[in-house]
């Protein structure tokens, strides 16, 4: 998913390694969520928070950023369903 990011003010972009490991991501937020949620809604919960980083210029943090914006997601989705 991270394959360029800007190198300086004059938006050159460079190629990056691949930082961002979906299966690891999708592994740490199944864990949190005490693997109670079904992986499949995991990794479509992260690609779509995952989308919306297109435009960042920092990318660093962007995957804490993401699993920890899942598991509330997820979280809540949970809740719902068993008040049901």
Request: net charge negative.
């Amino acid at each position: 998913m991270d394959t360029a990011f800007s190198t300086d003010q004059f938006e050159t972009t460079t190629s990056a390694p691949p930082s961002w490991n979906l299966d690891e991501m999708v592994d740490q937020v199944r864990r949190s969520l005490r693997r109670e949620v079904d992986p499949g809604m995991i990794r479509q919960t992260l690609i779509e928070i995952l989308s919306g980083y297109g435009d960042a210029r920092i990318r660093t943090f962007i995957p804490i950023l993401a699993c920890r914006t899942a598991k509330e997601i997820l979280q809540q989705k949970q809740a719902v369903y068993q008040e049901q």
